[in-house]
């Protein structure tokens, strides 16, 4: 009994603190630059900031010849679109596959799950330059620490990215496709007090 009495405490502390002292996020007033590069090796897409206004950030998304491109994933409170610039992009919006040739525009619309791909051998480029093509500063700086784990080399990978998404969770408007929505904010929210007590920080 004591032991489990003992268990139950060493659980519940991290839950404790959490409670008691929130997250402190980031100031992102300067952390973008004009011409400033985030890229996913995995995923094979790069992002130059082109523009900022404000809390807006706009950029030049490339695909590498190859390229898997971002899993499957919806977003609840935002559009994703731009204008493909060079090449041909493979897309799925909710399972349905197409293709956005140059010079068209693509619209991945909030609320659908979607992906991209560039199964060619020629680079692909989607420039996001129109009002409406920013994302949120917040969400773009999340994808910057999402991308290191993604990239690097060490081991425990989806455990580190669960975790890691468990402390940006306010921030990031992205959910895989497969388990249900409020299944992996519940799981995020679970496993935020023990992300941040194994020095997780956003």
């Not at 525009?105 to 989607?126: A, C, M, W, Y």
């Not at 784990?149 to 975790?163: A, C, E, Q, V, Y």
Request: with cysteine; charged share 20%; hydrophobic share 40%.
């Amino acid at each position: 009994m004591s032991l489990l009495i003992i268990l139950l405490i060493a659980l519940l502390i991290p839950v404790v603190y959490d409670l008691l002292s929130p997250i402190k996020y980031p100031d992102l007033q300067d952390y973008f630059k004009v011409g400033q590069v985030f890229t996913s090796k995995a995923e094979g897409v790069t992002q130059t900031v082109i523009r900022l206004e404000g809390e807006k950030l706009y950029s030049r998304i490339t695909l590498d010849p190859g390229c898997p491109g971002p899993p499957e994933h919806i977003h609840l409170t935002m559009d994703e679109t731009g204008t493909v610039t060079k090449g041909t992009l493979t897309m799925k919006i909710d399972g349905i596959n197409g293709k956005v040739k140059s010079g068209d525009r693509l619209v991945l619309p909030k609320g659908h799950f979607h992906t991209f791909s560039n199964p060619s051998d020629q680079e692909v480029e989607i420039t996001c330059e129109k009002d409406t093509d920013y994302v949120n500063v917040k969400f773009a700086y999340c994808l910057t620490k999402i991308y290191a784990i993604m990239d690097s080399k060490s081991g425990f990978k989806t455990l580190r990215l669960l975790l890691q998404l468990s402390v940006l969770h306010d921030w990031f408007d992205n959910y895989i496709a497969g388990p249900p929505i409020p299944v992996q904010k519940v799981m995020r929210l679970g496993m935020r007090p023990y992300a941040r007590l194994l020095g997780f920080r956003p």
